[in-house]
């Protein structure tokens, strides 16, 4: 194929040489000619991460000939840098004169904005069988080693990412049926709610049946309730993953719905013991928001902090600073290990707690994304055993459309 380089490999003084051609190099099947003709799928980026000028030059050369875009970084620090804009691959050199890449891969896999990047170490030095194990343990998602010719790296980087594409597509199927399985339970769990409410109503106006029946009829009452509000979580969960979901803008007095969250909690505080209260500025709090989604994710930071208070005092206090409603809900409860507080806010990731605790993981996920969603941001401190308080900071004047 005209144009094609040959592959590299390493002579026995360690310089970079070229094999005489011998093979075309195979272009990867997401980036043909015609795919990008037809729009339908964007470029793949690589961050191409070397020291070495000369064996960065010629991988990037060799990936821009197989169709991706290339962002080259020459250290450790660069690269963290440049990994911030979320590539679809970074290509890692193991030796590097900041950082080295083991160090580069632990702190992408700890970092919450890049956590799930595709990670492959390449290397020609750090080449036996005890570094590909500590690169796989450090995070890697592949580890490669040269001499490796062109369209061997080319087929490994296409296949990695077929892989990755699997896993996505996976993860889209498990979100639509979440979807569908929530809209087709939604309504007959209303209806089902309905009755029973009204089975309750029709006991408390028989004197003789009020207590036993009362006994029976309110614990499913309050169980039918958590299944759906369980069922309303998955729908929005679904809606966010598809972003299929439109704000519902309008003025909203923070501190007004602050306190009816809190009153509306303190049923479920008081059977967990616990003290909750609102801590609230006498002047209104307005900003421009979803009143609906912002009841519903400052619903899940009390709900959260009720839940791990252990009995202890709960405190939702509401200020402003810096031209932002700041909602600091507190408790005194189990705590977050410093490992686990980027986790929690995934989708269905939950803090290990032996079955004490129960719940699908979404409530903090929903929370940010609410968050997020008015431009805002939701942040935790907490250290293990010292109770943990979650930040919810919107803006109180937002120029963006919604």
Request: proline residues 5%; charged residues 25%; hydrophobic residues 40%.
């Amino acid at each position: 194929m005209p144009g094609t380089l040959p592959p590299i490999f390493l002579d026995a003084s360690g310089s970079i040489r070229r094999a005489r051609p011998h093979c075309s190099v195979a272009r990867p099947v997401n980036t043909s000619d015609s795919q990008n003709a037809q729009g339908t799928r964007p470029a793949i980026t690589v961050l191409n991460v070397n020291d070495d000028p000369a064996t960065l030059y010629l991988l990037s050369l060799t990936l821009r000939q197989g169709g991706y875009q290339v962002l080259e970084a020459t250290g450790g620090r660069e690269a963290l840098r440049l990994a911030q804009g979320r590539p679809d691959l970074v290509l890692l050199d193991v030796h590097m004169p900041d950082i080295d890449g083991y160090e580069v891969c632990r702190r992408l896999r700890a970092s919450e904005a890049t956590h799930d990047l595709l990670i492959a170490h390449l290397s020609s030095v750090s080449v036996r069988r005890e570094d590909r194990v500590r690169g796989l343990a450090q995070g890697a998602d592949a580890y490669w080693t040269r001499p490796l010719a062109e369209d061997e790296l080319l087929a490994n980087i296409e296949a990695l990412l077929r892989l990755q594409a699997r896993a996505r597509d996976a993860v889209r199927a498990r979100d639509r049926f979440l979807s569908i399985a929530a809209h087709e339970l939604k309504t007959p769990l209303t209806v089902l709610r309905l009755n029973l409410e009204r089975a309750v109503e029709m006991v408390m106006d028989d004197t003789e049946a009020h207590g036993p029946m009362e006994k029976r009829l309110t614990p499913a009452v309050r169980q039918l309730t958590r299944l759906q509000n369980l069922v309303d979580s998955l729908l929005d969960v679904s809606r966010l993953s598809t972003q299929d979901i439109a704000l519902q803008v309008e003025t909203v007095d923070l501190s007004q719905l602050v306190r009816e969250q809190v009153e509306r909690f303190q049923a479920p505080a008081r059977s967990a013991n616990v003290d909750l209260e609102a801590v609230l500025p006498d002047a209104p709090v307005t900003l421009f928001g979803d009143p609906r989604m912002l009841e519903q994710a400052v619903g899940h930071l009390l709900s959260n902090a009720v839940k791990f208070g252990q009995g202890r005092p709960v405190r939702a206090r509401l200020s402003t600073h810096d031209g932002h409603a700041v909602l600091a809900v507190e408790d005194q409860g189990v705590g977050i290990a410093p490992e686990d507080q980027a986790r929690i806010f995934r989708r269905f990731e939950r803090v290990e707690s032996d079955g004490r605790f129960e719940g699908l993981g979404l409530g903090l996920y929903l929370a940010r994304e609410i968050a997020a969603a008015h431009d805002g941001t939701l942040s935790v401190k907490s250290a293990l055993g010292q109770g943990a308080c979650f930040e919810l900071r919107l803006p109180l004047h937002r120029t963006q459309r919604y």
